[in-house]
């Protein structure tokens, strides 16, 4: 058995092993916000006092619960399962695979790791950007709904 192919292996398992993590870590970060933006809409509604509320500050809070809610879905999508890919398929592989010499094995599983990396990470990808982009209304409306609860005498709207 050839040494340099193991050696390859594991290093595009690495790989694998990387994309991995780094979509946990986007997924817990995902989940944090999506609790925030959960927290700062009870608050803003429970802080606003609706009675004393002008046209201007009720269109405000109106405008940031609308991109809260924009945000939210964003990042609810990109926490939902995706389908990604295993270096090993299923029950039919594996058998085509103890079937064949452990260096063409081990090519199999190269490419197969390989081809596992370059999918998830279009996945990660694409989960990366969609959380960039959740980012610019998430703010937007964390200022907005603030502005609605800040006392009178420090923002006249």
């Known amino acids: 058995m050839n040494t340099s192919y193991q050696y390859i292996l594991q290093s595009v398992i690495n790989k694998n092993d990387f994309v991995r993590d780094a979509d946990n870590t986007l997924d817990t970060k995902v989940g944090v916000l999506l609790a925030v933006i959960v927290g700062v809409i009870t608050?803003?509604?429970?802080?606003?006092?609706?009675?004393?509320?002008?046209?201007?500050?009720?269109?405000?809070?109106?405008?940031?619960?609308?991109?809260?809610?924009?945000?939210?879905?964003?990042?609810?999508?990109?926490?939902?399962?995706k389908d990604y890919k295993n270096v090993i398929g299923g029950k039919e592989t594996i058998e085509k695979y103890l079937q064949i010499d452990q260096d063409t094995l081990i090519l199999h599983l190269i490419s197969d790791a390989q081809y596992s990396f370059t999918e998830n990470n279009?996945?990660?990808?694409?989960?990366?950007?969609?959380?960039?982009?959740s980012l610019a209304p998430l703010i937007t409306s964390f200022i907005l709904l603030l502005l609605t609860i800040a006392p009178a005498d420090i923002i006249k709207l």
């Open 43 to 81: 608050l803003s509604f429970t802080l606003t006092n609706f009675e004393t509320l002008s046209l201007h500050k009720e269109r405000i809070l109106i405008a940031g619960f609308i991109l809260a809610v924009i945000s939210f879905l964003i990042l609810f999508w990109i926490q939902s399962p």
């Open 122 to 133: 279009k996945t990660l990808s694409r989960k990366v950007f969609w959380y960039r982009v």
